[in-house]
């Protein structure tokens, strides 16, 4: 069966990085690619970004270029989801969702993993 | 970005209701619409894709409709299991955009 297994619960002070890992098994990891999504205490859903596992193309949502950063490791279908410069109000549980475009994201995310909570706090 | 907007932010009903929930879009996205369902503590669940498409396993009380710019998700029988936070979002743009939810609480 698919499933997707984050990494921890993580407590980070502001300006420190955060890297969530989400590995993947139950399926061909490189036949789809990876989606972020991140939910800050009682808000909603916002997309964060999307990685082909097939050849490693990204796509970052704008509000977050350049602070964020989106890797894969075939070799252990594990994808990486690092995000620097952190301030308060990146404090969310972040998902990974299995999107089903490989090359191009297809948009939408039928399995996602049990989520992180990153907390920033000094 | 897209801006996608929900009706109402919150609703009241009962076991066996029919229930009807908005999803608006700034600008057209075709069917280019995804429905997720949320509990508390749970990573969200997709119900329906392409606007219309029923994802593998959902109940079939569970339908949604509309393209361009206006959506809506029904539920055609509320059952106990359908309490949760349901969200829309458009992938019409490279830029993804999710609505703001809709809490179905029990009345």
């Keep these: 069966q698919v499933q997707l297994v984050q990494s921890g619960a993580e407590v980070k002070k502001p300006g420190a990085s955060v890297k969530v890992s989400c590995k993947a098994s139950g399926y061909t990891f490189t036949s789809y690619g990876i989606s972020w999504v991140r939910q800050a205490p009682g808000q909603g859903l916002e997309w964060m970004g999307w990685i082909s596992a097939y050849n490693g193309n990204t796509n970052y949502a704008q509000k977050l270029q350049g602070r964020v950063t989106m890797t894969t490791d075939t070799s252990t279908s594990t994808a990486y989801m690092e995000l620097r410069s952190l301030r308060s109000d990146d404090t969310a549980v972040y998902y990974c969702a299995r999107d089903w475009g490989a090359v191009d994201s297809s948009g939408y995310y039928d399995y996602w993993g049990q989520g992180t909570l990153v907390t920033v706090s000094s | ?107």
């Design chain 2, 1 to 107: 970005d897209i801006q996608m907007t929900q009706s109402p932010s919150t609703l009241s009903a009962s076991v066996g209701d029919r229930v009807t929930i908005t999803c608006r879009a700034s600008q057209s996205i075709s069917s280019w619409l995804a429905w997720y369902q949320q509990k508390p503590g749970k990573a969200p669940k997709l119900l329906i894709y392409k606007a219309s498409s029923l994802e593998s396993g959902v109940p079939s009380r569970f339908s949604g409709s509309g393209s361009g710019t206006e959506f809506t998700l029904t539920i055609s029988s509320l059952q106990p299991d359908d309490f949760a936070t349901y969200y829309c979002q458009q992938y019409n743009s490279y830029s993804l955009t999710f609505g703001g939810g809709t809490k179905v609480e029990i009345k």
